[in-house]
């Protein structure tokens, strides 16, 4: 497997954030369903069942290893205003048809936002690589079959596994904006605050 922050890197070069999280929440919610899935190709499915199997690889990766990066996780007094979340580096990426509330974490804690390895480490304490592995082919399978799963065989919720690989996925996300690469990112900060008005030249007509 690549180097774990390359890998991260390659997911999101093959799915923004908010196309993730769609087609994570429209498998989960096919599996939990009579009904199989119809939103794409199956093999789209399955090619994202590969690439979520990797990012979870890689989240084992990172915590057995520490392999934590300093400028990934932001220091902020408690007292400061953090969640106007108007500093858009650090959590927005450069796709020009999205809005920072595209990019905005739904599921992640006020700390894990802070610390996106926090979530990393519960999502691997919840169950260990094998049981997600089996976890994610039982959604996978249920999804493109049309019988629910309702529960795993483990009496596992699927509200839990839903929000945990939720949190994953926010959180690698946030990983990949905030970690330095290689190669220079695309300026992502262009949206302004709607109360400044931009000053512009305005344009001089001669009378005739």
Not at 18 to 46: G, Q, V
């Amino acid at each position: 497997m690549q180097q774990p922050y390359n890998t991260i890197n390659a997911f999101f070069d093959c799915y923004g954030l908010s196309n993730a999280r769609s087609i994570l929440s429209k498998m989960i919610k096919t599996a939990d369903s009579e009904r199989s899935w119809k939103a794409s190709s199956p093999s789209h499915l399955l090619y994202f069942s590969e690439k979520m199997k990797e990012l979870m690889k890689v989240a084992f990766s990172i915590i057995r290893f520490h392999d934590y990066r300093n400028e990934v996780v932001l220091e902020k007094e408690d007292n400061d205003p953090l969640w106007s979340l108007t500093e858009y580096q650090h959590y927005c990426s450069g796709h020009v048809r999205y809005t920072p509330w595209h990019f905005f974490p739904r599921y992640l804690s006020r700390k894990e936002f802070l610390d996106p390895y926090k979530a990393l480490e519960r999502f691997t304490q919840y169950q260990n690589f094998t049981k997600w592995k089996h976890t994610f082919k039982e959604l996978l399978h249920h999804a493109l079959s049309p019988a629910s799963i309702n529960e795993f065989n483990d009496s596992t919720g699927v509200l839990l596994i839903y929000i945990h690989l939720h949190k994953l996925i926010e959180a690698t996300h946030l990983i990949a904006i905030r970690s330095d690469v290689e190669q220079p990112k695309p300026n992502h900060l262009k949206w302004k605050n709607k109360n400044q008005v931009e000053n512009k030249p305005t344009k001089q007509t001669s009378n005739q």
